[in-house]
């Protein structure tokens, strides 16, 4: 499945910004869709994913509290709701269906990996 990240931008910290993430044909049920942020210089990090089949949702520690993840099944489509961004949320941000939530790379990604967009949060 392709999928097509965006909303991304700059805001001061305390600011939001809500991201999408639409795929190109219908999210299979066994998929968990998960938002995965790569900061320059750093490994990929688990944010947030939410289980297709009924919603259930995961978040990293760093950003519980935050950041919202939600789905549109309909359009096929994943949101990332983050409010009370942080210089450190600064990356680029990325969704992938998986297997299981917490992947961020290997067999278990079902989507190619694609150009994500880019959040920047300055202080």
């Known amino acids: 499945v392709q999928l097509q990240a965006s909303g991304g931008g700059s805001v001061q910290a305390g600011g939001s910004l809500r991201l999408s993430c639409t795929a190109s044909?219908?999210?299979?049920?066994?998929?968990?869709m998960n938002w995965i942020r790569q900061a320059p210089g750093k490994e990929r990090e688990f944010v947030a994913g939410?289980?297709?089949?009924?919603?259930?949702?995961y978040y990293a520690d760093s950003i519980k509290g935050r950041f919202t993840v939600s789905r549109d099944s309909a359009k096929n489509t994943v949101y990332l709701e983050m409010n009370s961004l942080k210089p450190e949320d600064t990356a680029v941000y990325h969704c992938?269906?998986?297997?299981?939530?917490?992947?961020?790379?290997?067999?278990?990604?079902?989507?190619?990996w694609g150009q994500g967009t880019q959040v920047t949060v300055s202080s």
């Open positions: 044909r219908r999210i299979y049920s066994s998929y968990v």
């Open positions: 992938a269906a998986a297997k299981y939530a917490w992947v961020v790379h290997g067999p278990d990604l079902f989507s190619p």
């Open positions: 939410i289980r297709w089949s009924d919603g259930r949702t």
